[in-house]
């Protein structure tokens, strides 16, 4: 099994929910507004034997012509088309933004991972299209609801094809998912959100921010002390300095 961050930089975030560059060399973050907090933008792209998984799909922004995910992937030496899955814990623009795209010839959009099988909760979009900006982007999301390739996750717990296992949380977001990727003797952990940072696991932290706090922070005591006795591999999307913490290696680490 083999896990690849793929970053797509650091940002402050605040009420106005605008994601701002932050240079960790340069910025300094007592000149943002008050309250402002420092998160990565942080996708995976799972290998695992012919499955190509892609875990959240960042902001949507573009760069070089085109979308910065897919600029990320190609570095990676794989094409958008070579995506299997697309894994979404929830829709806010920053975990969905590189969700679809618009075809500059026919100015109409399209699924950004045109082979792949996006696993969404049916309930998500619709609070998504319901609540609108600024934590969603609707016209980014509305063509979901015809995209052939979109599978609806429609229970609070399952599993896909007996190797994904995904559980409704309602803890960051009412309608925010889970997912446990297992495979070659290993368990893959990631919990968007609800787990976004390495700092939030080890120590108890209830997030003004979240739908239900205490649930977040009671779940996450609970995935760390089974992770540390299953062995998991934990992915931190929102992390500045740790992307993976892996129990299996005592530490951070990329699992190939």
Do not use: C
């Not at 960042?58 to 070089?64: C, K, Q, S, T």
């Amino acid at each position: 099994m083999e896990i690849i961050p793929l970053s797509e930089g650091t940002f402050t975030i605040d009420r106005s929910k605008l994601f701002v560059p932050f240079d960790l060399q340069a910025d300094d973050l007592q000149q943002r507004t008050t309250g402002s907090l420092l998160v990565e933008i942080q996708p995976f792209l799972v290998r695992l034997g012919e499955e190509v998984l892609l875990l959240d799909t960042g902001l949507g922004f573009e760069r070089d012509g085109q979308l910065q995910l897919h600029g990320n992937l190609r570095r990676q030496g794989v094409e958008p088309g070579d995506v299997t899955r697309v894994l979404l814990t929830h829709l806010h623009k920053d975990h969905a933004g590189g969700v679809s795209r618009e075809d500059r010839l026919t100015s109409r959009r399209e699924l950004s991972f045109p082979n792949a099988t996006y696993y969404i909760q049916e309930r998500e979009l619709e609070f998504a299209l319901e609540r609108g900006l600024p934590s969603f982007i609707p016209a980014e999301l509305e063509m979901l609801h015809e995209a052939s390739r979109v599978h609806w996750l429609r229970q609070d717990a399952g599993w896909i094809d007996g190797f994904i296992r995904y559980q409704l949380t309602g803890a960051h977001a009412p309608f925010h998912q889970v997912f446990w990727i297992q495979g070659e003797g290993q368990t893959i952990f990631f919990g968007g959100d609800d787990a976004p940072q390495l700092q939030q696991m080890k120590h108890r932290f209830v997030a003004k921010y979240d739908f239900d706090g205490k649930k977040a922070a009671q779940l996450r005591q609970q995935w760390w002390q089974q992770g540390e006795e299953e062995q998991w591999t934990f992915l931190f999307y929102h992390d500045v300095r740790n992307p993976l913490w892996s129990f299996r290696q005592t530490g951070p680490a990329a699992e190939k």
